[in-house]
């Protein structure tokens, strides 16, 4: 009983964990990438602002399809892998155990 414990306190660790990792990922591309944004745009420059040109977005897009990625894959261990891979480990634990004792 100790050890089932153990085992959801280190599987809400790691999720927490994952949680953590990407609120990060998420504070850094919109820090970055808006001032990425800001500096293409000549904002701190003397010469014309620009918002208009896609050459100022290229990093925001590709950085923002990682980002995306790693959405989905904090998804597939938040919800996937907590209820069929789960289940199917205690599954497979319980039919060994069963063929242990016959």
């Not at 414990?5 to 990407?22: H, N």
């Not at 293409?40 to 918002?51: D, R």
Request: proline content about 0%.
């Amino acid at each position: 009983m100790e050890s089932e414990k153990s085992l959801a306190y280190l599987r809400a660790k790691r999720k927490v964990e994952y949680l953590v990792s990407f609120y990060s990922h998420i504070l850094v591309y919109v820090v970055i990438n808006t001032l990425i944004i800001l500096v293409s745009a000549n904002v701190f420059n003397s010469e014309e602002i620009n918002f208009s040109k896609w050459s100022n977005y290229i990093t925001a897009a590709f950085w923002g399809i990682g980002l995306l990625c790693h959405a989905l894959y904090v998804l597939y261990i938040m919800k996937f892998e907590n209820n069929f891979l789960r289940k199917w480990e205690e599954k497979k634990i319980k039919e060994f155990l069963d063929e242990d004792q016959t």
